[in-house]
């Protein structure tokens, strides 16, 4: 059984995402008897090579074309069709759920004949169908499905998920083994004029410890000024609910959510939310949420360890007051 | 420009988790009570396609699967100013299959003829899939970019601006091409009451499925995706109110519970 990885590599470092899934990759292919490969597409592909052995790889395909430095749908999709009518299609393959897992992972499946399921958090095998099973919240995260795909291979985008990546078997005789393909640039469909980046000094919300949170209740961006002000005594940083982002109150890089940032901080404060399970499938897992709302019907009263039921423009300055004499 | 959005009904994403159960071993069943809405996303796409009607000119047709019960909903989202709203009939109709509404999708899109843009919502909010725009361009072989923040077309070109990462992609886009819309710079406008009542004249045209699907596709060829199973996690947590007799005493019997509790 041949397990692939979709490597990914930022400036010739495989990156967290990919190591997630070598980690994963690889705990199938030893308890059910599989090869673990990868395959790197683009032109840092030798350096990105010679990582993946070390992350457990046994071979490894690199498809090194100058087209492929800037990632384009249709192109990448063909460039992995060349691949496997080349080289044998694996039984599994992982992608991140990122950008290109979105825009790459369903395209491509359609194309192969193969069924995927994005944005999974944990992935099965089931050795009496011979079938690999990704679990996938829906409904806003209300439910949670155990999915299937059919056909060759089975296409799975995996949710960042924190994994521990730290031992991996480096395996004997290990290949890597150069793939040329033909493309040309009229099959590219789509070219980037530029790239920005969201500007840095805020602390990255998946790393942080302290969030305080702002939805709709919030009002504004003025009060999103007071949620850091609190942050910032906290020593903590400053998220958003979908409705908040979507209101143009704050930058959309701060979104918590299924369709924004997992976060895993031990303090949470939700402020003006009000809980809705898409919006808390991105802090659940935070050790403790306090809750300021006005509204005691609220839902997120039933998703929080603490609750104050009142206005946070009174809650708030009296918090950020009692957090700074703390500090001192 | 012709644009052709694909929306879809879904239950209400605010609906509270008490309102599903799952019939064994992988139905969800969900209560009547839950009214049914196009999802955010569907209109962030529907608001796309306008904006772009009104800057650059050109049609908007909506396209949906599945009339049953969307009369009225298509109605209302056909008086924010789509042209035309077409719906596909398909006895077989699954909103849980993300590849056969692409297929259907496309073909209905094929029928329609010299598209130069399909909006989607970047993921509806009862499968959270995002498969079909992506899917969908793959089976039109075009070009697809998903989770788009920004369209515009400058200089003749389709100009987007991608989520990506920790920031934006910018990308010149060849037409013709599916693009999957985020909701945060795209909300969709009211419409009146006047539009609402013109919009209720016009024609829905329905289309039928065996006359749409050219291919035939064994079952094997189809690409497919299939819930096995599905349960509801118990999120449920206790939660302590903190009371006081006034704001400053609640705030201070808050940090009093976290510092007891060993938390701050």
Known sequence: MKIAVYAEADKGSVTTETKELFALGGQLAGAYNGELQGIVLGSCCLAAGEQLIQLGAKTIYTVEHPLLDSFETRLYARALI???????????????????GRDLVPFLAVQLKAGACLDCTDLTFNEKTGLFHGVHPFYGGNVVGLYTTNNKPQLFTMRKGGRDCTY?????????IPVSIELNSTQILARVIKRTFAPPGEDKLEDASVIVSGGRGIGGTEGFALLRELAAALGGTVGASRSAVDAGWIEAERQIGLTGKFVNPDLYIAVGI?????????CSTAKTIIAVNRDPESPIFRRAHYGIIADYKNIIPLMIKKSQRQKC | MRIVVCIKLVPDPEAPVSAFSIEEPEKVVIEDYVPWFFGPYDESAIEAALRLKEEYGGEVILLSLDPTDIGEKMVEAMATGADRSILVEDRNYDRTDSYGAARTLAAAIRKIGHVDLVLCGRQASDTDAGIVAPALAGFLDCASVAVVRSISNTNG???VEQQSGEGTRTLEVFLPAVLSV??????LRYASLASIMEAAEKEVQVWEIPELLSENLTPGEKPYLRCLSAQIPDTGVEC?????????????????????????
């Not at chain 1, 991996?168 to 890597?176: G, P």
């Not at chain 1, 009000?274 to 991105?282: K, L, Y």
């Not at chain 2, 985020?182 to 909300?187: A, F, K």
């Open chain 1, 82 to 100: 060349a691949l496997f009518q080349k080289h044998t299609t694996p039984d599994l393959l992982l992608f991140s759920h990122n950008q290109t």
């Open chain 1, 168 to 176: 991996q078997s480096v395996a004997n005789n290990t290949e890597i």
């Open chain 1, 274 to 282: 009000s809980g809705a399970t898409q919006h808390m499938a991105g």
């Open chain 2, 157 to 159: 070109s389709l100009v």
């Open chain 2, 182 to 187: 985020t909701s945060e710079n795209y909300t």
């Open chain 2, 240 to 264: 302590k109110i903190i009371d006081g007799d006034s704001e400053e005493a609640k705030v201070n019997n808050l940090f009093a519970e976290l510092q007891r509790d060993r938390i701050l």
